[in-house]
């Protein structure tokens, strides 16, 4: 089994910054990929950035130049850092990850999701 535990979330004013975290534990072989996702009220979950094993990044485009995706090795761990923020970004974040388990199996784990509201 492998789970996801994620954290960082909470209120903050425009233009503030907010540092997410998702720690990924259990059963592991290998992570392949690490990822945020969020969703608004009314909205479809949209990807916002992701990080491949050789380093790439993915972001969108509507965070580009204010979210940084990094990750921690040797912590399994995936973090968001959230500069500039607006009041569009506001939604729940869900740290999603592409994993190999022991058993050889890849599959993709979800972590419960934290909230982050941006307004003044």
Known sequence: QVQLVESGGGLVQPGGSL???CAASGSIF??????WYRQAP???????AAIISDGSTNYADSVKGRFTISRD???NTVYLQMNSLKPEDTAVYHCSSRITGTDGYELYYWGQGTQV???S
Do not use: D, P
């Open 19 to 21: 540092r997410l975290s």
């Open 30 to 35: 290998s992570i392949n990929a690490m990822g």
């Open 42 to 48: 009314g909205n479809q979950r949209e990807l916002v």
């Open 73 to 75: 090795n040797a912590k």
């Open 117 to 119: 509201t941006v307004s």
